[in-house]
């Protein structure tokens, strides 16, 4: 397959927001393609993001430091999907952001089988880099899915000292099963851990984010745990409620990477409690039907949560008629 245009994609469980790449961002044109037989399936994307007007390098690598420069911005991807057998998949996958005032596409990152990390090694090219593993296992009614990202190891090999930098990963675990709590029902529980300032870098141009938005997973320094819950008991009728528990701090993606270790979650950590209900009917006439409702309670400790909080609320309601021809 070879595509060019714009689309949204997610590298990621069913339902979730991928580490790597997800639907989270508004979506993008990029080019690439993907080839696959009965075991193996190869893809890669390309393309250039928008423009950072004012960007920094707290470095001086690319752009003098104390100075700002407009940057442009380039982007990667490359993922191996592999088939152990018709219960157990997996994929490895890596992405890589880079740019500068000055910079255009480089061969080594277009390069479809290239290694990126020993591009950036022999020839000194400047980047962000990603790498993440995803596994996916099943039986009967269940399935466990999981999706490891690797932002920066810190390795640290002398005796006795601690590291001076924080390691910058990302984890998500999902759990499904069918049918169990009731007949024709789908159950699932979802836990996520990014570390502090994962998808950040010292040249805010190479941060994993698209117009402000995460390529990946919409934050860093999060934890959440979520439960799902669909009843499948109407034809007519998707349904799925959500519940999540989660704390988060103060970073934002599009902050610089400033080398600072600090306590999970870092900063001013909310602490929340989400609710997610989603409806959509089918009728016999071309009408669908969708209802939305979000509800969202948050404060600065969870023993508040259930009197001394905050709150907001959303609504989405959505009628579509189908033409036939």
């Keep these: 397959e070879i595509f060019g245009g714009k689309a949204l994609r997610n590298f990621g469980a069913l339902n979730e927001y991928g580490l790597l790449f997800s639907n989270n961002p508004y979506s993008f044109d990029h080019y690439g393609f993907s080839s696959n037989n009965k075991k ?14 004012e960007g920094q390098d707290i470095q001086g690598v690319v752009i003098p430091e104390g100075e700002e420069a407009i940057s442009k911005r380039y982007f990667s991807i490359q993922r191996l999907d592999f088939k152990v057998s018709n219960n157990f998949q997996g994929a490895l996958s890596a992405a890589t952001i880079y740019g500068g005032p000055n910079q255009g596409f480089v061969a080594d990152f277009i ?15 400047q980047m962000n880099n990603f790498y993440e593993l995803s596994l996916f296992y099943k039986t009967n009614n269940s399935s466990i899915y999981l999706n490891f990202l690797i932002d920066d190891i810190i390795v640290n090999n002398e005796p006795g000292a601690t590291d001076e930098y924080d390691n910058r990963f990302g984890l998500i675990i999902k759990f499904s099963s069918s049918d169990l709590i009731a007949d024709k029902t789908l159950f699932s529980v979802r836990y996520a851990k990014i570390w502090n300032e994962t998808y950040l870098s010292y040249r805010n141009f190479e941060n994993y984010i698209f117009f402000s938005k995460g390529i990946g997973f919409p934050f860093n320094g999060f934890e959440g745990l979520k439960f799902s819950f669909s009843s499948f008991n109407y034809k007519k009728l998707l349904n799925n409620v959500e519940l999540e528990l989660y704390r988060k701090g103060d970073n934002d993606l599009s902050d610089l990477f400033f080398d600072e270790p600090s306590p999970f979650p870092s900063g001013e950590v909310e602490y929340g409690l989400s609710l997610l209900i989603d409806l959509l009917y089918f009728s016999n006439n071309n009408i669908d039907l969708s209802y939305s409702y979000s509800y969202n309670r948050f404060s600065d400790s969870f023993k508040n949560l259930s009197e001394d909080f ?8 959505k009628l579509v008629y189908n033409f036939q021809y």
């Design 111 to 125: 390069n479809p089988i290239s290694l990126h990390y020993l591009s950036q090694r022999n020839n000194g090219i």
């Design 40 to 53: 193996i399936k190869h893809s890669f994307y390309c393309t250039r993001l928008n423009d950072i007007q």
């Design 310 to 317: 905050n709150s907001n609320s959303f609504y989405k309601f």
